[in-house]
């Protein structure tokens, strides 16, 4: 049985529009909330108008007084710009104003402007992220507990509130690179994902070396879901599939003024980030359509959804209907044919993955 939810980046075109893209999307979660959608994912991202919400935890507590059903999850707080103490502890109130209806989706981050406007040094996010994941184990298990690492120092800490539920918010780990799925496997981690253009053979490979790792390390893969985020739009006919497209490719192309650049990204992932670039450059419209989300018919998604569960195990699929530039009406009438249309032939399937 597969699981549905939404995410949404903030994005923005203009100083009066801010306002806007807030009330918009708030409302927009409440309506997935009243059509039967599992759970709503909010990106972190600060100083352009690629992404305005820089605090998803603050706008998930208005989400989450609401709203009945819907998990709030975030995707993904960029760890590094926090202090881990206060992350620990907004994240306890908002696991406790939800009750119990939150993921923390964390991770490193990737837009030099963001690392710069904060003052982090990049190199450094690994041990800050490993440090804060250490933190927050300990402040939402522990009382009076202490920790010693070369970033961060406590003595004798409990923080508050404790969280609703018991050891904290589920961590979900944002995975992209190939070695990040064998790295999270190992540790026990639950994952999610947002592959672009990425083949659906290639991450196959992906999720069958993370569960391999999870076995390897003794978890059950059978205890962990699978999160797969892309692009949609569903619907009849062929006007909404070609805006929808025609969104798709623009955002694209903004994502390649945001990523590192040879000079900026660190020495492991720079050819990550370079072909990521390179296929950036050389995307087509008819590209997009094809290989760069999930578009087209009733039919059409099903199928593709089918064999998502199937192939590669996929047990949440999380649809980006708000693409940015993409009229707010046609997300929402997609939004709407998704769920009286796609979710109910699926929602009574058993996931035929093998784990």
């Known amino acids: ?24 999307t708030l409302e927009e979660i409440q309506i ?39 998990m709030v999850g975030t995707a993904v707080m960029v760890v590094p710009f926090h202090d881990p103490i206060r992350l620990a502890e907004e994240g306890a109130a908002l696991d406790v104003i939800s009750r119990g209806r939150f ?3 964390v ?14 040094d990049p190199a450094e996010s690994r041990e800050l992220y490993d440090e804060a994941m250490d933190i927050l184990h300990l402040a939402w298990n522990e009382e009076g507990w202490s920790y010693q690492g070369r970033h961060h120092q406590y003595q004798d ?12 918010p589920p961590l979900v780990h944002g995975a992209v690179s190939p070695s990040s799925f064998r790295t999270r496997g190992l540790d026990g981690s639950n994952i999610i994902t947002s592959p672009n253009f990425t083949p659906l053979g290639k991450m196959k490979e992906n999720f069958d070396v993370y569960r391999a790792s999870l076995v390897e390390a003794g978890y059950s893969p059978a205890d962990y879901e699978l999160p797969f985020m892309q692009q949609i739009w569903v619907g009849h006919g062929t006007s909404g599939l070609q805006e929808a497209a025609e969104a798709a490719l623009r955002y694209y192309r903004s994502v390649g003024k945001v990523i590192p650049g040879s000079e900026d990204a660190l020495a492991s992932e720079a050819v990550y980030y370079a072909k990521v670039r390179e296929n ?20 059409q998604v099903v199928n593709t959804l089918g064999l998502m569960g199937e192939e590669l195990g ?11 530039s993409l009229a707010r009406s046609t997300a929402l009438k997609a939004m709407e044919t998704f769920s009286a249309e796609v979710m109910p032939q699926l929602q009574t399937v058993d996931n035929l993955a093998l784990v």
Do not use: C
Request: glycine share 14%; proline share 5%; net charge negative.
């Open 1 to 24: 049985m597969m699981k549905f939810g939404i995410m949404n980046l903030f994005p923005s075109a203009g100083e009066q529009e801010d306002h806007q893209v807030l009330h918009d």
């Open 32 to 70: 997935a909330d009243q059509l039967g959608f599992d759970s709503v994912w909010l990106a972190e991202h600060h100083f352009s108008r690629y992404g305005i919400l820089g605090n998803p935890l603050q706008f998930g507590a208005a989400i989450a007084s609401s709203t009945q059903n819907i």
């Open 103 to 105: 993921q923390m989706g």
């Open 107 to 120: 991770g490193r981050g990737y837009q030099p402007k963001e690392f710069k406007g904060f003052g982090v």
């Open 157 to 168: 800490l409990t923080t508050y509130p404790r969280p609703y539920q018991a050891g904290g």
């Open 280 to 299: 950036i450059e050389l995307l087509t419209l008819e590209q997009t359509l094809t290989h760069g989300g999930n578009f087209g018919s009733v039919d």
């Open 314 to 324: 996929v047990t949440h699929y999380i649809g980006w209907f708000r693409i940015p």
